[in-house]
T-cell receptor, first 114, second 111 residues
Framework: DAGVIQSPRHEVTEMGQEVTLRCKPISGHNSLFWYRQTMMRGLELLIYFNNNVPIDDSGMPEDRFSAKMPNASFSTLKIQPSEPRDSAVYFC????????????FGPGTRLTVL | RKEVEQDPGPFNVPEGATVAFNCTYSNSASQSFFWYRQDCRKEPKLLMSVYSSGNEDGRFTAQLNRASQYISLLIRDSKLSDSATYLCVVMEVEYGNKLVFGAGTILRVKS
């Protein structure tokens, strides 16, 4: 059974460019989460969806960040325009239901903004 | 004050040693607690949930003290493969059941 799939695995871009990160959750999972991990701030929740609906986006750092979940099997996190301080590892995770269930993480996208 | 605080370590221990990690959380309304493990340059994975009565999974024992808002993880007979970062995680019900992660404690087991 495939786990959470993320693409690309690595992304190097220049400041000002648009970046789109993609995630396919585990089939049958109803909740999807986007996290960002840096050495300075650790693992931070950016936004999460339940049944494709955004529930809480209070962790999204700025208006430059946006996320969508057009269907149960796909989500995107977009940064436009990107800045060097956005450099981090971005993880997508999914769980069967919203709540205390185990979250399964994807392998992450390592983003470097020059 | 951070919502979930952990000693960052690193804890450097020999194989076979017993090591304990501690974690404190600030929100007394927190409902569920977990330990996740993260290997270098990999994603976090659930190690175990933490229950009020304490729970054990092989060499791993987790304990929760709600009165002190304190969570612990004990690893007995450490293996080289236990080397990783251990993340203390708290679920906050009042914020839509979101998980709040500690910064992690680094464990290095050496032969």
């Amino acid at each position: 059974d495939a786990g959470v799939i993320q693409s690309p695995r690595h992304e190097v871009t220049e400041m000002g460019q648009e970046v789109t990160l993609r995630c396919k959750p585990i089939s049958g999972h109803n909740s999807l989460f986007w996290y960002r991990q840096t050495m300075m701030r650790g693992l931070e929740l950016l936004i999460y969806f339940n049944n494709n609906v955004p529930i809480d986006d209070s962790g999204m750092p700025e208006d430059r960040f946006s996320a969508k979940m057009p269907n149960a099997s796909f989500s995107t996190l977009k940064i436009q325009p990107s800045e060097p301080r956005d450099s981090a590892v971005y993880f997508c995770a999914s769980s069967i239901a919203w709540g205390g269930n185990e979250q399964f993480f994807g392998p992450g996208t390592r983003l470097t903004v020059l | 004050r951070k919502e979930v605080e952990q000693d960052p370590g690193p804890f450097n221990v020999p194989e076979g040693a017993t090591v304990a990690f501690n974690c404190t959380y600030s929100n007394s309304a927190s409902q569920s607690f977990f330990w996740y493990r993260q290997d270098c340059r990999k994603e976090p994975k659930l190690l175990m949930s933490v229950y009020s009565s304490g729970n054990e999974d092989g060499r791993f024992t987790a304990q929760l003290n709600r009165a002190s808002q304190y969570i612990s993880l004990l690893i007995r007979d450490s293996k080289l493969s236990d080397s990783a970062t251990y993340l203390c995680v708290v679920m906050e019900v009042e914020y839509g059941n979101k998980l709040v992660f500690g910064a992690g404690t680094i464990l290095r087991v050496k032969s």
